[in-house]
């Protein structure tokens, strides 16, 4: 959609701009107003970085991949098509750059020889002072990425079905259908400790 045509589309509807004030931020951008897109940055950083740290399952690599996000963003924000919400497309982008850091990983794991004291069967002998929340986070990190992602958008971001949808690029019922895999996967998983996290 050419500029023009955008500016079309936003005179066109008023209500579009009170719907979702990120496209009034958008449209200034596209006109010229470049320091709208720190406002941008500021206000959806956190989120983004809440995406990343949950899918990557680590903080090590979250400024890098949310400085790519808002990098793709900015060079990419004049071609938006003010056809959905702002925050879908840029999670899409969020989950797409995980998705190659992901990747990334795994062929460096492949020449990655694996320490003999390392864990690689389960969880330790539960114990008084067990980490709930660091189990919970390990067992969710074992989930496939296809499962993972949705879940953690559903459960911990509250994303409607809708938006995960559009958000990772499949149908609604795919959506569903992953993020109750997901949820019966972890629950195997976390059988061992069901007494303690019902406690």
Known sequence: MSFKR???????????????????????FIEGDESTFRTLVYRHKEKVRNIIYMTMNHSNSVDDI??????????????FRFESQFTTWLYRITINKCR?????????????????NEETHGYSQ?????????IVQKAISKLPEKLR????????EGFSYQEIAETVQCEIGTVKSRIFRARESLRNILKPYERDLMA
């Open 66 to 79: 949310a400085q790519e996000v808002f990098i793709t963003v900015y060079k990419n924000l004049k071609y």
């Open 126 to 134: 539960i114990n008084e002072n067990m980490d709930i929340p660091g």
């Open 100 to 116: 190659d850091h992901l990747r990334k990983m795994k062929i460096r794991n492949i020449f990655t020889p694996v320490k003999d």
């Open 149 to 156: 992602v949705p879940l953690l958008l559903k459960d911990i």
């Open 6 to 28: 955008k500016k079309k589309v936003l005179q066109q509807s008023p209500r579009i701009l009170e719907i979702d004030d990120d496209f009034s931020l958008i449209k200034r």
